[in-house]
């Protein structure tokens, strides 16, 4: 390169910086910190809105934005709520964090076999009746909610996983994890004037809320299951001529691992 292109060049690149710092000099940067790594990433991206309504911005949870110096007003959805900060100012060459404790994570963990996240739908609902659906997405993601207590439902097979009456508290996650999925076991007791009839009864295991068979147990010395966690409902068939013909115990939900014991009177 000639002693001339060299100086063009070196004049240029000099030109370049100016206009970055001059650039730089003009900009402020606005960071949201929700909670530092437990809310980091999170899904719901807050709004930034300038004088007169106009948006000048998103930025998540962790992240940051450049904006033009003036006052803003941030707005972040959440599950159930939002949270405004108005007369948040940005100064040019400085960082002003928005710092936000009063809400709840949610974050649901799946791992398969092979040690990655499938990304199986996940469902969230209202704990209280009518258990209105508060949101959907998939596993792996993290979402804020407002502080409340909700179920929690992962599509993962054979027939999905639930947690009931999670917490969520301001300020902390429920981090939900779902790893290999250990059977649980259901033991069923019949009883007639508080005896053991098991000898003469028959059990069947429906999916709760359905016809769906799963598993049956004829008349013998007890009635031991090996199921899939999650909701189920027993019926029994009485054959010992004596009390009830028939029952029904609805609603029996059994958690990865654990062991059930479940007392139906016939009486």
Do not use: C
Not at 41 to 63: F, H, L, S
């Amino acid at each position: 390169m000639d002693s001339s292109l060299k100086t063009i060049a070196i004049a240029a690149f000099a030109l370049l910086m100016l206009a970055r710092a001059a650039l730089g000099a003009n900009t402020g940067m606005l960071k949201l910190d929700v909670m530092g790594e437990i809310g980091a990433g999170a899904t719901n991206a807050a709004q930034v809105i300038a004088p007169g309504g106009k948006v000048a911005g998103e930025v998540r949870p962790g992240a940051s934005i450049a904006l033009a110096p003036g006052d803003y007003k941030l707005v972040l959805p959440i599950i159930g709520g939002s949270i405004t900060k108005d007369a948040v100012k940005v100064e040019a060459g400085r960082t002003h964090t928005v710092l936000i404790t009063n809400v709840a994570v949610v974050e649901v963990d799946v791992t398969d076999k092979h040690g990655k996240d499938p990304g199986f739908g996940v469902t969230v609902t209202s704990s209280d009746p009518p258990h209105a659906q508060l949101a959907s997405f998939l596993s792996g993601e993290k979402y804020l909610f407002a502080p409340q207590e909700v179920d929690v439902h992962v599509d993962a097979p054979p027939q999905g996983y639930d947690w009931h009456a999670v917490p969520l508290k301001p300020g902390e996650r429920a981090r939900l994890t779902l790893g290999q999925i250990v059977p649980a076991q259901l033991d069923v007791r019949t009883t007639l004037h508080n005896a053991t009839i098991d000898s003469a009864t028959r059990v069947v295991v429906l999916r709760a809320g359905t016809q769906s068979q799963v598993a049956e147990s004829t008349p013998g010395p007890a009635h031991q299951f090996k199921l899939d966690p999650g909701d189920y409902d027993v019926y029994v068939e009485n054959g010992s001529g004596k009390g009830r013909p028939t029952a029904l115990a609805r609603g029996i939900h059994l958690d990865s691992g654990a062991t059930v014991e479940k007392s139906v009177p016939l009486d």
